[in-house]
């Protein structure tokens, strides 16, 4: 008897030993963190009671561990399925003659730059023209709209940026966006690269039903497309008498500063 009571109590005690081995480092980081107060509870326990606490709090430490990896896996979940703006799909345009608004630049960025030196080489503008023609590009291109035409008709309307009319160059303001009077000054934006966001999206509305990849800055973006509903505008020659009034000739206009562009 003897025997096997020793042979019982040194097969419990090695068990012991090797479950303290094992306790994952969790279970230190919280005895380490615990409060004076806790550990004179623990320190009046006996060794039963101690045990059975330790293994609370190792099971503790194992549910908060898991409840960590359950909220970062919820996160990165999160994250993967937050979605993605898709590629907007546009065909290409091939021809000067083509005079629809959605479509591809024909005109590279340094002939829309040089085109309008030609006219007028101190233009009001609050960047330099090579970054006012990439704003163009970049935001144009996002929305499937004809970045080089566009910048044709922001010549139109601002007199190469020379303006004289109701809207002044502190407005950022491309296309005469909200001037329907020669009392009413129009919007307001308060960067370049915003200015000819609102122009391109306001294009888009004519253009398209679909909605705009970036935030709407265009304040009238709505109003077209309440007006519209379904129905849209493809060619430049449909803003006649729309964009401007009555602007008979308005979109023929642009299309020939398009290709006057294209020839520098």
């Known amino acids: 008897m003897k025997v096997t009571f020793w042979s019982g109590k040194f ?3 090695s068990l012991l030993g090797l479950l303290a081995v094992s306790l994952p480092a969790s279970y230190a980081d919280a005895r380490h963190h615990s409060s004076k107060g806790e550990t004179k509870v623990l320190e009046r326990q006996n060794a039963g009671q101690t045990r059975s606490l330790d293994t609370r709090k190792v099971q503790d430490a194992s549910r908060s561990l898991s409840l ?19 590629q907007v799909k546009v065909r290409r345009t091939l021809s000067a003659d083509d005079d629809e608004i959605l479509g591809t630049p024909l ?16 233009p009001a503008i609050s960047v330099s ?8 590009y970049e935001e144009g291109s996002r929305e499937g709209v004809r970045p080089d035409v566009a910048f044709a008709q922001a010549l139109k309307e601002t007199g190469f940026f ?12 491309y296309c005469g966006l909200g001037t329907t009077s020669a009392e009413v000054k129009g919007a ?11 122009h391109i999206q306001h294009l888009l509305a004519y253009a398209s039903t679909r909605k705009p990849v970036e935030p709407v800055v265009d304040p009238r973006y709505q109003l077209v497309r309440s007006s519209y509903g379904e129905k849209t505008l493809g060619r430049w020659e449909d ?5 401007a009034v009555p602007g008979y ?4 206009s642009i299309l020939s500063m398009f290709k006057d562009m294209l020839r520098k």
């Open 188 to 198: 307001y934006f308060p960067s370049s690269q915003m200015g000819v966001r609102a």
């Open 162 to 173: 020379r303006y004289g009319g109701t809207v002044t160059a502190d407005q950022n303001n």
């Open 68 to 86: 960590q990896e359950r909220i970062h896996a919820i996160l990165e979940q999160g994250e993967q399925e937050q979605p993605k703006q898709e």
């Open 11 to 13: 097969i419990a005690c």
């Open 129 to 136: 023209p090579e970054t006012l023609v990439s704003y163009y």
């Open 249 to 252: 000739s308005y979109g023929q």
């Open 239 to 243: 803003l006649n008498g729309r964009w």
């Open 107 to 122: 005109a590279s960025q340094q002939q829309c730059v040089q085109y309008l030196l030609s006219v007028n080489p101190n």
